[in-house]
T-cell receptor, first 111, second 117 residues
Framework: GENVEQHPSTLSVQEGDSAVIKCTYSDSASNYFPWYKQELGKRPQLIIDIRSNVGEKKDQRIAVTLNKTAKHFSLHITETQPEDSAVYFC??????????FGIGTKLQVIP | GAVVSQHPSRVICKSGTSVKIECRSL??????MFWYRQFPKQSLMLMATSNEGSKATYEQGVEKDKFLINHASLTLSTLTVTSAHPEDSSFYICSAASTSGSTDTQYFGPGTRLTVL
């Protein structure tokens, strides 16, 4: 089955700096890579996703890159703000069946 | 956007009792729903995949006789934790996959925090 590794597990950045979270996956058949943000005690919220036919996608301060050859994908948050503090999960899936999540990264943005 | 509800949001029960959790897709039809369990400070672990009108597919290590899943309609799936024990205390989250068009995004319910005394 799919195995998703995520790092770092914790990340502290100063407000205004950038944050980068990296993931790798094992199943070359995976073609959908969503990223979720989860605040304490709440549900995961989809913040951005990317499919295997593109290498990069951007939405305001958030961008995701995908390297299918290396099986790497990354989340980039620029100009971080305190409200970006949360746990971020990467995930990989082949179609709409069985999304496999990474272990999560706790991001703390220090004002 | 797609909305998924879950009920109840919190439940406290005595050891040995059964608890039913409902997951509903409110504004779209979901042929597939997923049930996850999340322990504190850990990732989401898939328990089972629920397909409307058929038996659920359970992940390795998940007891199907203990975690009963019923997906009776395109908008409702239920998870029943039978004979709950304190080690079953966790945050249970469902998600529904929207299959309209080509999207396969999963939308999560708000979760149910189960505490077994």
């Amino acid at each position: 089955g799919e195995n998703v590794e995520q790092h770092p597990s914790t990340l502290s950045v100063q407000e205004g700096d950038s944050a980068v979270i990296k993931c790798t996956y094992s199943d070359s058949a995976s073609n959908y890579f969503p990223w979720y943000k989860q605040e304490l005690g709440k549900r995961p919220q989809l913040i951005i996703d990317i499919r295997s036919n593109v290498g990069e996608k951007k939405d305001q301060r958030i961008a995701v890159t995908l390297n299918k050859t290396a099986k790497h994908f990354s989340l980039h948050i620029t100009e971080t703000q305190p409200e970006d503090s949360a746990v971020y999960f990467c995930a990989a899936a082949g179609g709409y069946q069985k999304v496999t999540f990474g272990i999560g990264t706790k991001l703390q943005v220090i004002p | 956007g797609a909305v998924v509800s879950q009920h109840p949001s919190r439940v406290i029960c005595k050891s040995g009792t059964s608890v039913k959790i409902e997951c509903r897709s409110l504004d779209f039809q979901a042929t597939t729903m997923f049930w996850y369990r999340q322990f504190p400070k850990q990732s989401l672990m898939l328990m089972a995949t629920s397909n409307e009108g058929s038996k659920a597919t359970y992940e390795q290590g998940v007891e199907k006789d203990k975690f009963l899943i019923n997906h009776a309609s395109l908008t409702l799936s239920t998870l029943t934790v039978t004979s709950a024990h304190p080690e079953d205390s966790s945050f249970y989250i469902c998600s529904a996959a929207s299959t309209s068009g080509s999207t396969d995004t999963q939308y999560f319910g708000p979760g149910t925090r189960l505490t077994v005394l």
